[in-house]
């Protein structure tokens, strides 16, 4: 059923209680009064249908919106590359001399003393001979020869060091040299001689400790020492034919 089919029954029903209320209002009206009768009022035209809510908006049929196309920039087309022309014949070229270079010359530093002599700097004050064949027996020994210098550098990879202090003497013109290093046997031998001043040169009061130490190559032969006298360096005269 649609609105305006519910819409007339509602006002025929409407119509029928009114009726209906009319008759019973002149049934209970007093007996001296005649009962005139009641009119019934023909049936009005349809009234026409109210609409009880606003009729819903008409639907607007939405509108499909198709992407549009993303056009691609075009890629400029590459640019011809022209052809190499041929390449003109290799001339051969006479190779340069080249120019004499001059050696410069280049500092040499100086060597280190490979011998050390003296007769009043060392603190070493008693007798004796040394043999030195590592850099930690060199250390420890030249801290007690001069305390307060640092060793000089040795390479005991090939050199070994040999010394002889006379200790104490009288004056200070006594000395002591290693005169030659020789092989003997199986040991190597230190020849030194010690070199006295000659009498009525000695200053009085005024000592000295003689001392010279040298550095030889390495050898793993045992060390000797030998002191010469001045007939030892002396040229021997061989003997006369007869």
């Known amino acids: 059923m649609n609105k305006r089919s519910v819409i007339v029954i509602v006002l025929v029903f409407i119509l029928i209680f009114g009726v209906w209320l009319a008759r019973r209002s002149t049934s209970s009206l ?3 009064m005649p009962s005139s009768p009641v009119a019934v009022p023909e049936p009005s035209a349809p009234l026409p249908v109210i609409p009880l809510s606003p009729p819903p908006p008409p639907v607007v049929p939405k509108k499909i919106i198709k992407p549009t196309s993303i ?3 075009s890629l400029p087309k ?4 022209p052809t190499p022309a041929p390449a003109a014949p290799l001339i051969p070229v006479p190779a340069l001399q080249p120019r004499p270079t001059i050696p410069i010359p280049v500092a040499v530093p ?3 003393p490979q011998e050390w002599r003296g007769n ?3 603190s070493i004050q008693h007798n004796g001979q040394i043999v030195v064949q590592t850099d930690e027996q060199w250390i420890h020994f030249w801290a007690e020869h001069h ?3 640092a060793a000089p550098e040795v390479d005991f990879s090939r050199n070994m060091v040999v010394g002889v202090f006379l200790g104490e003497r009288p004056a200070d013109n006594f000395e002591v040299t290693i005169t030659n290093i020789r092989t003997q046997g199986n040991a190597l031998m230190v020849d030194y ?3 006295d001043p000659p009498v009525g040169t000695y200053q009085v009061g005024k000592n000295s400790f003689p001392y010279d130490i040298k550095v030889i190559p390495r050898t ?3 060390v000797k020492f030998n002191q010469m006298t001045q007939q030892d360096l002396r040229p021997t005269t061989p003997p006369a034919r007869k």
Request: aromatic share 0%.
């Open 110 to 112: 100086e060597t280190l």
């Open 220 to 222: 793993p032969l045992h």
């Open 120 to 122: 009043n700097d060392t």
């Open 30 to 32: 007093p007996p001296s």
């Open 78 to 81: 590459p640019a011809a590359v």
């Open 193 to 195: 001689l010690q070199i």
């Open 147 to 149: 305390p307060d210098e």
């Open 71 to 73: 056009k691609k920039p």
